[in-house]
């Protein structure tokens, strides 16, 4: 079993090792983002991952799909990384929506 843990939320879920990154955190109710069922196609499901040493290596669609950038910096595609048997730490980034609404939100409130 490996025991993965989500933030900024720090969620903390126990699942089988070579399961999906995407599909623990749909078992732990912590939402990434994801529109192409899987498929490594829309590019939407980036997490970081604390230590990629908990994980399986890189798939051939992350390797095709992720910049060196990407890589070096351990964001992985949660729906093709796969948990490996240890203590698992994602980081699932905030949304860059997320972020502007935030902030229209306080510019308003500012004026108020
Ligand atoms: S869910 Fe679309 S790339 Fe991962």
């Given at each position: 079993?490996?025991?993965?843990?989500?933030?900024?939320?720090?969620?903390?879920?126990?699942?089988?090792?070579?399961?999906?990154?995407?599909?623990?955190?749909?078992?732990?109710?912590?939402?990434?983002?994801?529109?192409?069922?899987?498929?490594?196609?829309?590019?939407?499901?980036?997490?970081?991952?604390?230590?990629?040493?908990?994980?399986?290596?890189l798939t051939?669609?992350e390797?095709?799909?992720?910049?060196?950038?990407?890589?070096?910096?351990?964001?992985?595609?949660?729906?093709q990384?796969?948990?490996?048997?240890?203590?698992?730490?994602?980081?699932?980034?905030?949304?860059?929506?997320?972020?502007?609404?935030?902030?229209?939100?306080?510019?308003?409130?500012?004026?108020?």
């Open positions: 079993m490996a025991e993965v843990t989500f933030l900024p939320r720090n969620k903390m879920i126990k699942v089988k090792a070579g399961t999906s990154l995407l599909e623990t955190s749909k078992r732990a109710r912590v939402v990434i983002p994801a529109r192409c069922g899987g498929n490594a196609s829309c590019l939407m499901c980036k997490v970081i991952v604390e230590d990629p040493t908990t994980i399986l290596p051939q669609n390797k095709e799909k992720l910049s060196e950038d990407q890589v070096s910096g351990n964001i992985r595609l949660a729906c990384a796969k948990v490996f048997n240890k203590k698992v730490v994602v980081k699932i980034p905030e949304s860059p929506l997320n972020k502007v609404i935030q902030a229209q939100l306080q510019n308003k409130n500012k004026m108020i």
